[in-house]
């Protein structure tokens, strides 16, 4: 069973950056990719980013290419997701996930609690 807990969030002007970060724990933890996914007020869930297992290999959503950065702490077994050049339509509950690579929600072996980022305009 792999535990999540994510840190980080909170409001920010439009321009601004914000960190996100999550530590693994538990068995098998440090051999899932690990990743975000984010849900904003009315709207579906769509992936954010993920990592694999070693931190040698990244996948991002289209529109934050670019302005996010997945890193990973393989020691630590921590993800850090770096957020810059936010957007209001960035404004969701993010989520840290783990599982397989490549990674899909509907794969996932955890999913943190979750931690809201506004955007202000």
């Known amino acids: 069973q792999v535990q999540l807990v994510e840190s980080g969030g909170g409001v920010v002007q439009a321009g601004g950056s914000l960190r996100l970060s999550c530590e693994a724990s538990g068995r098998f933890a440090n051999t899932y990719a690990m990743g975000w996914f984010r849900q904003a007020p009315g709207k579906e869930r769509e992936f954010v980013g993920a990592?694999?297992?070693?931190?040698?290999?990244?996948y991002y959503l289209d529109s934050v290419e670019g302005r996010f950065t997945i890193s990973r702490d393989v020691a630590k077994n921590t993800v850090t997701l770096q957020m810059n050049s936010l957007k209001p339509e960035d404004t969701a509950v993010y989520y840290c996930?783990?599982?397989?690579?490549?990674?899909?929600?509907?794969?996932?072996?955890?999913r943190g609690q979750g931690t809201l980022v506004t955007v202000s305009s």
């Open positions: 990592i694999d297992w070693r931190g040698a290999n990244t």
């Open positions: 996930a783990s599982g397989p690579w490549p990674l899909r929600h509907n794969g996932l072996r955890a």
